[in-house]
């Protein structure tokens, strides 16, 4: 009976927020930048990189229709590179690239075989980020219109030219000469940073990786990390809170103030996503937080998703299982893709848009129709039990 009143009170908070919240004004992250770069840099206002700012709003970090989305690839795939650095957070090796126009991207390198699979035996917090995972992940949230992972590309750089030549002092200390004659730097990390796990030019100073727009951090925006409350535990031995109780999200969740508005099913669209991707490793969740409360989560750092082809993990949709309400909208995205086939989909947006060629093994492909489907159960079995009414939330979001 107590369930049931909470429920009745979360539906009852989502439409109230709903209803504060349905006219906002749409606000951009230029409109936020501005008058910092007038002051300091007014000459920044003119260039690619301040139009593409005036694209991103706080329900979305892209518009893939707007003519400087395709700008803005072509130039995160082509650009020079101006400097490289090291990313200073962060359990593995990511390089800063500074291009031209004002323009800072995330680099992340090479390290497995498409055909790599994340051992059975290994912890999803040991795994190792994948580039191409990063570059199927962002096509996925294009193709499901939630436009939430910050637009990269793949892109082929010349290890010595590009980043050895380009970088600052502490990354170029890092850099040698493999016994196989390739162009080598380990950087620095707290893991795989290491001559053993070394990121290598294959062949020579041939290297591939993804690159995707660095958008504007502290000072200059502030920006809101919310710790998931179906954080995993990230220790060998121990669980995690929700893994131990299935009343987590009445006990905790739906308790919560911070969840009575977009938040609680935002984090459901991420569970969603995560699923289908096969991502673990979702600790925090990160949203804008200068845009204000009616602010989508940013879907960021999806290195170790499509790890395995072979294993679907339930658990990434504890969320969604427990909690039992889903966005219509999302739903409605979801079902509309299915029927056209998502693996095609994906397959066709991989292949048009790169220009490295087979992102995603067929296995995974086919792991991705898989996972809608289980998907699609989960929430089934959530209306059984709750109602269409009681599941699916028309709260205004496209």
């Known amino acids: 009976h107590d369930k049931v009143q909470l429920r009745n009170y979360i539906h009852q908070a989502l439409a109230k927020w709903k209803k504060e919240h349905q006219n906002d004004k749409i606000v951009t992250l230029a409109s936020l930048v501005h008058d910092e770069l007038l002051r300091d840099e007014p000459a920044k206002l003119n260039t690619t990189w301040y ?58 390198p090479y390290r497995v075989p498409r055909n790599y699979q994340t051992l059975p035996d290994h912890f999803y917090f040991s795994d190792i980020e994948r580039h191409h995972a990063e570059i199927a992940a962002f096509h996925l949230d294009k193709i499901l219109g939630f436009y939430r992972v910050p637009p990269l590309i793949g892109r082929l750089v ?52 993804s690159v995707q727009i660095l958008l504007p951090r502290p000072p200059e925006v502030e920006w809101h ?62 949203r804008i937080g200068s845009f204000g409360a009616n602010t989508a989560l940013v879907h960021l750092d999806n290195g170790r998703s499509f790890g395995r082809y072979d294993h679907d993990d339930l658990t990434i949709l504890t969320p969604i299982r427990q909690c039992c309400l889903f966005r219509y909208s999302t739903f409605a995205r979801l079902y509309r893709v299915y029927r056209q086939g998502l693996s095609t989909l994906l397959s066709r947006s ?25 998907l699609f159960e989960h929430l089934e079995t959530c209306i059984k039990t709750h109602t269409v009414k009681g599941v699916m939330i028309d709260d205004g979001i496209d």
């Open 51 to 108: 139009a593409f700012m005036k694209t991103v709003n706080n329900l979305r970090v892209y518009d893939p229709r707007s003519p400087e989305f395709p700008r803005l690839l072509n130039h995160l795939q082509n650009a020079e590179i101006i400097e490289a650095s090291e990313m200073s957070q962060g359990t593995q090796i990511k390089v800063i690239f500074d291009l031209p126009d004002g323009f800072e991207a995330l680099f992340k």
């Open 158 to 209: 010349h290890i010595t030219r590009d980043i050895h030549e380009r970088a600052t002092e502490d990354l170029a200390k890092t850099f040698f000469v493999s016994p196989a004659n390739n162009t080598c730097f380990r950087g620095h990390c707290s893991y795989y940073c290491d001559t053993s796990h070394a990121v290598c030019g294959k062949p020579g100073d041939r290297l591939e990786g």
């Open 225 to 286: 990390k919310i710790t998931h409350p179906y954080r995993r535990s990230y220790s060998a031995i121990r669980k995690a809170k929700w893994e131990n109780n299935e009343n987590h999200c009445y006990d905790h969740v739906f308790l919560d103030d911070d969840y009575h508005n977009r938040l609680l099913l935002d984090m459901m669209d991420l569970s969603a996503f995560d699923f289908l991707i096969g991502n673990l490793d979702r600790h925090h969740m990160m």
């Open 350 to 374: 991989l292949e048009n848009g790169e220009q490295l060629k087979k992102i995603l093994v067929d296995e995974h492909l086919r792991a991705v129709d898989r996972r809608l489907e289980i």
